[in-house]
């Protein structure tokens, strides 16, 4: 394994208003529609949760991310093996 490989990676997220987020440090996106964009970092899962929500850029090569829309809400998750992931929503149990 190279040094890139065993440095983590952070992430940044500047929040313009509550209509545009700008994310550093994307590594994928797991879903995303009009009210939640589920991204993941090395640091774990991010959700933005709003209204009318848009991916206006994505860049996954350099690892970034810009959403418009109206922003209520974000979401820190811890990092999470891929074999174990189920979701944004599985952690909610009945």
């Given at each position: ?21 700008k994310l550093e440090g994307v590594t994928a996106v797991s879903c995303f ?62």
């Open positions: 394994m190279d040094q890139t490989e065993m440095k983590v990676m952070h992430h940044t997220l500047t929040l313009e208003g509550r209509n545009r987020a529609n009009d009210q939640e964009v589920v991204l993941e970092t090395a640091e774990g899962e991010v959700a933005l949760l709003g209204d009318n929500l848009h991916i206006e850029q994505l860049n996954l090569e350099d690892g970034r991310l810009d959403v418009i829309g109206e922003i209520v809400g974000i979401e820190y998750n811890e990092p999470t093996r891929r074999k174990e992931k189920h979701g944004l929503f599985s952690r909610v149990r009945k």
